[in-house]
């Protein structure tokens, strides 16, 4: 049958779709629109399903709070190149990931991917929009944290987001400095009591390798890697680290100047570039 322009842009609205793609649907699914809205999201799985191996170093991490300053949320969305992470359209599809998951608060990205964001699953926009561009595009990341105070920080570039939990409601300057800290020195724990036992153990084997590759005497060995564990939770745990606008406190300290009754809950962080 004969695909008029007409046709071909009316589908290009209300899909996205390239021009020739929507042509393309438009005669195979001889003119029916609905199975030419198939046939374009069956392409965008057949082109994801292509390109599943490609990084996706690039994108957007957004982070969200809720209003009551309780809940807060990353998501991160990743494509393979800095030109399509900049296009509006991209741009437009994270926020509205973003505010999806803030304003639903699923438990994890396999619920968020299910998530119906105007009669389309997450899952199904972001591969209908690998369809569009024939640009690998993922759900790379989400992740959600509680708190009775709650802020956050989105680093200039948009691929870096952090979001800290405390125990109470602080100065709303000095809770974003805390984000800031998270997402410019990526700890791995907020203190030494809940630094993952695997990291502790990978610790102290490497302070041990050390001091025995420079001869020092095996009943001071297990002394030496305990003191090199402890120098790691100062550099790589929040609340040991030194604050970054005062180097003369650390991050714990600055927090008792401010409020002595306040504590870090906890912590997300994501950068694509990790």
Excluded at 17 to 39: S, T
Excluded at 196 to 219: D, S, T
Aim: net charge negative; proline share 1%.
């Amino acid at each position: 049958m004969e695909i008029k322009a007409a046709d071909v842009a009316k589908l290009r609205r209300m899909t996205g779709a390239g021009m020739m793609d929507c042509k393309n649907a438009l005669v195979e699914a001889n003119g029916d629109y609905d199975r030419a809205q198939e046939i374009i999201r069956e392409k965008g799985k057949l082109v994801a399903a292509k390109r599943a191996d490609r990084d996706t170093t690039e994108g957007s991490v957004i982070a969200r709070l809720t209003s009551d300053k309780r809940t807060g949320i990353v998501v991160g969305i990743g494509c393979e190149t800095d030109f399509v992470s900049k296009n509006k359209e991209f741009q437009d599809i994270a926020n509205s990931v973003a505010d999806a998951a803030i304003a639903n608060v699923p438990a994890d990205i396999d619920a968020l991917k299910i998530l119906n964001v105007d009669g389309e699953t997450v899952d199904g926009i972001i591969t209908q929009q690998t369809g569009k561009t024939g640009e690998k595009h993922q759900l790379c990341y989400y992740s959600q944290i509680n708190g009775e105070y709650v802020s956050g920080y989105i680093h200039m570039t948009g691929k870096l987001a952090a979001v800290v939990a405390f125990n109470k409601v602080i100065d709303a300057n000095v809770a974003k400095e805390i984000a800031m800290q998270v997402a410019a020195m990526n700890p791995v724990s907020v203190s030494e009591h809940d630094c993952p036992v695997e990291i502790k153990e990978r610790e102290l084997k490497i302070g041990r390798e050390k001091a025995i590759l420079e001869g020092k005497p095996e009943n001071i060995v297990e002394r030496i890697a305990e003191g090199s564990l402890n120098k790691f939770y100062k550099e790589s745990t929040l609340l040991n680290q030194a604050f970054i606008k005062d180097a003369k406190l650390s991050v714990a300290d600055y927090l008792k100047s401010v409020d002595k009754d306040v504590n870090v809950l906890g912590f997300i962080r994501f950068s694509l570039s990790d």
